[in-house]
């Protein structure tokens, strides 16, 4: 019975921590970016029937044994793979599940000693060991998307002055990676090099779509998709999505000046309460242990999370917005 305190309060926190999560992750635009772009396919279906397969980024031979174990533990290992190779590192499995679990048994050591009870140090070792790998992970995503967003209209603008000049569009693609720096030219290169050893186009770039999963490059696959098929000025087609992007980048960016003051406000209010008390329990451990033990503490806290998570959804949604 002396640990049925102890349980309550951690698998409240579980409870609260997904809401908070939940709560900041606003509305979901991919979906719903996924949702405009199936429209598309849908009345343009055959402009835009490409091969389903996709070429694996890890070789065999890389495939250590590292990667192999923590293939089978790890849960949906192909879905982890595809965001390594998202971030266009070198990243692999095996490395990820490794510093993932070196970060949990580390941070579990640390707070077992600092006198936390031994299953509330495995939790809190574990919370960090899972988010933060995967924190990183989509920080390099995005930075490297947003990288690859600023720079795509130019290569957009690169792709329309050759084909003004008479050059074929699988030609003017290997241009654009070999002239445009960053991912955007990484992407290019791929899809040329996809091209050379004998792919189609349509299927080369759908594959490179479908990993960056930006709305901004699948639009630019559906135009060159539908105007393959219908025929017309692909050069004004293209300059006139490179116009459409910028503006959806200028767009995004008034949003984020405009919000930027609230999502701070949020951050900084729902993240203040848990750096106190990380603080006061390296001052007094013994103290902020009364958390813990007296049930009457632990109802408290409980209470002030599930009213943090309430103020950070409805803070969420104040700021939240969708292009």
Do not use: C
Not at 151 to 168: E, N, T
Not at 212 to 241: C, D, H, K, S
Not at 258 to 285: C, D, H, Q, R, T
């Amino acid at each position: 019975m002396e640990m049925l305190p102890l349980l309550l309060v951690m698998i409240g926190a579980v409870v609260v921590l997904g809401m908070v999560a939940f709560a900041f992750a606003g509305p979901s635009a991919s979906r719903a970016q996924s949702r405009r772009i199936a429209s598309l396919r849908e009345r343009h279906g055959d402009a835009l029937v490409v091969a389903e397969a996709q070429m694996r980024r890890i070789a065999t031979n890389r495939n250590t044994k590292m990667d192999v174990a923590f293939t089978r533990i790890l849960p949906n290992p192909v879905q982890l793979a595809k965001r390594l190779a998202m971030t266009g590192k070198t990243w692999t499995v095996g490395q990820y599940g490794l510093a993932t679990a070196g970060i949990t048994l580390v941070v579990a050591l640390l707070m077992a000693l600092r006198g936390l009870p031994i299953l509330l140090a495995l939790f809190v070792g574990l919370f960090i060991g899972v988010g933060l790998p995967h924190f990183v992970v989509s920080k390099t995503i995005a930075r490297r998307i947003g990288k690859f967003t600023a720079k795509f209209p130019d290569a957009i603008d690169l792709l329309v002055r050759g084909l003004r000049s008479g050059l074929p569009i699988s030609e003017t693609i290997g241009v654009v990676g070999q002239e445009v720096d960053g991912p955007v030219g990484e992407e290019f290169r791929a899809v040329s090099d996809k091209m050379k050893i004998g792919r189609t186009m349509d299927a080369a770039l759908q594959e490179t779509a479908d990993r960056l999963g930006t709305p901004e490059f699948q639009f630019f696959v559906i135009t060159i998709a539908i105007q393959r098929e219908t025929g017309g000025n692909l050069a004004e087609t293209l300059a006139n999505l490179s116009n459409v992007l910028r503006l959806r980048g200028q767009m995004k960016l008034k949003i984020k000046a405009m919000s930027s003051e609230s999502k701070a406000s949020a951050y900084i209010i729902g993240a203040l309460p848990f750096i106190v008390f990380g603080m006061i329990w390296v001052i007094n451990g013994t103290y902020m242990q009364n958390f813990f033990i007296d049930e009457r503490l632990m109802a408290i806290g409980m209470g002030g999370m599930v009213w943090m998570a309430i103020g950070a959804f409805i803070m969420s949604k104040m700021i939240s917005f969708e292009i």
